[in-house]
């Protein structure tokens, strides 16, 4: 925020834990946060609370911070991060040999002719269309999903060969190709890798 006379930020030691401290003009009391993914500990503080005062505040939660440290560290260590090379490569072969069986399937009963089909990791998305070459990509973590999500994605896509946005004409279609799409898309709510 500026050249500060709003903000100012400094970094205090209390029991051989690096604080992290942002001290704000309009704030009138300290709080503690314990930060994903590796437990640091932030405090922001009013302007006029000396570090020695910072300190006996820390001191007087310590017990707080620590096993809150712990659960942050716990939790992050069984969040799975971005998929290994090996990973990527496994599910890519599930997912290239499970896909062209559906669109197979799905295909005439959606009413479409897709075109090439293709496989990558993407950070942001489930799957792609593009309805002008009909050329479908799907994700290749959906291997690491229900066998459902991948039948879920692939009638998604085939969808936008009729409907290209996701409005109430894409979604009566949903309804009535897939009527429990809606788990699939809860499901998978997320759940990407990055």
């Known amino acids: 925020m500026g050249g500060n006379s709003r903000q100012k930020r400094c970094v205090l030691t209390v029991g051989g834990i690096d604080v992290a401290v942002t001290r704000r003009a309009q704030q009138k009391r300290a709080y503690i ?7 640091r500990v932030e ?5 006029r609370m000396s570090d020695g005062a910072i300190v006996r505040f820390v001191r007087e939660h310590m ?8 659960d942050v560290i716990a939790h992050a260590s069984q969040t799975p991060g971005a ?14 040999a499970f896909t062209p069986a559906l669109v197979e399937k799905w295909a005439p009963i959606i009413g479409v002719t897709p075109g090439k089909l293709a496989y990558r990791n993407m950070v942001s998305r489930w799957g792609s269309c593009n ?4 050329r479908i990509c799907i994700n290749v973590q959906l291997a690491a999903q229900p066998p459902e ?31 429990d799409w809606k788990c699939c898309e809860a499901r998978l709510r997320g759940a990407i890798r990055r």
């Open 131 to 134: 309805v002008k070459t009909g």
């Open 43 to 47: 405090v922001s503080a009013p302007m």
């Open 83 to 96: 998929p290994t090379s090996e990973e990527l490569a496994e599910w890519r072969a599930v997912v290239e």
């Open 33 to 39: 946060r314990v930060k994903e993914p590796d437990g």
């Open 149 to 179: 999500c991948l039948e879920y994605v692939v009638v998604h896509e085939l969808c936008h060969l009729r409907e290209a946005n996701h409005g109430p004409r894409f979604k009566a279609l949903m309804d009535v190709f897939l009527p």
């Open 63 to 70: 017990s707080w911070i620590e096993s809150h440290r712990r």
